[in-house]
């Protein structure tokens, strides 16, 4: 974040990691390649899980609306849940608001159909390279390549795929060309 402060995070689709999420943080931050880095040492150190799933298009029932992480919609890929929940926030409370003013609880569907909109695809491409994710992590050369391809990307591109802002349409744009582009 500066020069004082750092977020670092881990994803995981494996259960059998969620209980030890802390200590493998803590654990990491021991490693020499980074733990050389991190001048002074940490003093504060703060850990939660956030168990993503596929994504959703109904977040209502009744008047009752899920929002962010209590239904699970964090980008699966990128984490960064704070980010979607605040824009998802603002939709769910635009659609409350219409719905409050009209007097019509059907508006709260307007979230519903706004949040599909803006982020569906995206997250379900980021569900499914998730998935994908765990079984290429299983052999030692494939995370090389994508590595390897990965870095074969341009700054927006790059930036796209870190921040977990790649939809399908957008992959299949441009990963053929990354992976025939000369290394």
């Known amino acids: 974040l500066d020069k004082d402060k750092a977020i670092v995070g881990a994803g995981t689709l494996q259960r059998e ?6 200590s493998l943080l803590d654990n990491l931050l021991t490693l020499p390649r980074f733990a050389d880095r991190i001048e002074p040492e940490p003093i504060e ?18 008047n009752l609306i899920l929002v962010g992480d209590i239904a699970c919609q964090g980008n699966p890929a990128a984490g960064e ?15 409350v608001s219409d719905s409050i003013k009209a007097g019509d609880i059907t508006l ?15 997250f379900w491409t980021n569900y499914l390279i998730q998935k994908g994710l765990v079984q290429v992590t299983k052999h030692d050369s494939l995370p090389d390549k ?9 700054g927006e591109t790059l930036l796209k795929l870190l921040k977990g ?3 399908t349409g957008f992959l299949l744009k441009k990963l053929p060309k990354l992976m025939y582009k000369p290394f």
């Open 17 to 22: 990691y969620f209980k030890d999420v802390k």
């Open 165 to 167: 802002e790649a939809s």
């Open 81 to 95: 849940g704070v980010r979607f929940v605040m824009d998802s926030a603002r939709m769910a409370a635009g659609a």
């Open 45 to 62: 150190s703060h850990s939660g899980i956030f168990n993503t799933g596929y994504p959703l298009k109904n977040f209502c029932r009744g």
């Open 108 to 122: 709260l569907n307007n979230y519903n159909r706004q949040w599909t909109k803006k982020y569906h695809d995206m």
């Open 146 to 154: 994508l590595v390897k391809i990965g870095g074969k990307a341009n």
